[in-house]
């Protein structure tokens, strides 16, 4: 991955439901990451959504977080567990 994502928080607003969500569709098509989760609250007249966005540096380690997981050439999720 080349992408680095240090923030996974996002902030949206709009006078309508309609267009929260057209601005929201906007910003994941520009950036092409996806939401993780939203929260939308009307704040002054305004639909507002804070959301977090899937980050990118997530990394899958075996349980003592010794071990990484990569996808082997057969196209299968492992952790390697030998040192």
């Known amino acids: ?5 240090s923030s996974n928080l996002a902030y949206f607003e709009h006078t ?6 057209a601005v929201m569709e906007e910003w994941q098509q520009a950036s092409g990451q996806r939401l993780l989760s939203v929260s939308i609250q009307p704040d002054g007249g305004k639909y507002c959504a ?3 966005t899937n980050p990118v ?3 899958i380690t075996s349980v003592d977080g010794h071990h990484h997981a990569a996808v082997n050439r057969f196209g299968y999720l492992a952790v390697d567990t030998e040192r």
């Open 1 to 5: 991955m080349t992408v680095t994502n």
């Open 16 to 21: 309508s439901m309609q267009g929260l969500y």
């Open 50 to 52: 804070i959301a977090l």
């Open 57 to 59: 540096e997530v990394v």
